[in-house]
């Protein structure tokens, strides 16, 4: 019921088309890995979900494919192997501005040469689109507690802080788009990214 929800007010399916067709991906904060498991599906890649959430990754393990893997961790906890792509969907906002600085840079360190950073955030900068999603995560995060934060606070940030972010790390913006959910709401906007 969760994810079916989801994959209407997020937008998996346009997210997919920006990701290598082969390759190791890696999808950070994959929740129920309802990304992951589209980006398996008849696919080449490689994938790899990972999140902190044991209760999370003990659902998406039930999706079982071959080329898909489903780990309890932090970003920070992986080392050695490399990626061809790198994503991260509607994850940042649950980080202070330290936090998403770090994880974005450990992100840019496990790219391969050349490899992509799809980082998606959602939210635009009018008055709506942040009060309702403030309401709608604050009963996620901090009442219904059904989405893990180290936190348990919000630190929604403009397209704007992002740009500079992805500027300051290093990565090269290549795209900047914003996609519309099945149910129009909210706004998402997708950055594509490569290392300089
Ligand atoms: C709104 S859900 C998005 C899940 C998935 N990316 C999707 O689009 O369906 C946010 C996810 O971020 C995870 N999360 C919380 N803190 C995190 C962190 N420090 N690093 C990575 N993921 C984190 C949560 O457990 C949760 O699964």
Do not use: W
Not at 39 to 66: C, E, M, Q, T, Y
Not at 83 to 102: A, G, H, M, R
Not at 105 to 122: D, R, S, T
Not at 132 to 148: A, H, R
């Amino acid at each position: 019921m969760f994810e079916f929800i989801r994959s209407l007010l997020c937008p998996f399916e346009q997210i997919e088309k920006y990701v290598p067709e082969r390759g190791n991906i890696l999808d950070v904060g994959s929740g129920h890995g309802t990304f992951s498991f589209l980006l398996s599906k008849n696919s080449k890649r490689k994938v790899l979900g990972i999140d902190p959430s044991p209760k999370k990754i003990l659902s998406a393990k039930k999706k079982i494919f071959p080329n898909l893997k489903f780990k309890k961790k932090y970003i920070h906890d992986l080392n050695g192997k490399k990626f061809d792509c790198i994503t991260i969907i509607d994850v940042l906002y649950l980080l202070p501005e330290n936090e998403k600085s770090s994880l974005l840079k450990k992100a840019k360190n496990l790219l391969k040469k050349g490899g992509y950073l799809i980082l998606v955030i959602n939210g635009r900068k009018d008055l709506i689109s942040y009060k309702l999603l403030n309401l709608e995560e604050t009963i996620m995060v901090k009442i219904l507690k059904k989405t893990y934060s180290d936190n348990k606070k919000l630190y929604f940030r403009d397209n704007l802080f992002y740009k500079k972010l992805l500027k300051k790390l290093g990565f090269r913006i290549l795209l900047q788009k914003e996609l519309t959910s099945k149910l129009g709401y909210p706004p998402h906007i997708l950055f594509l990214a490569k290392v300089t």
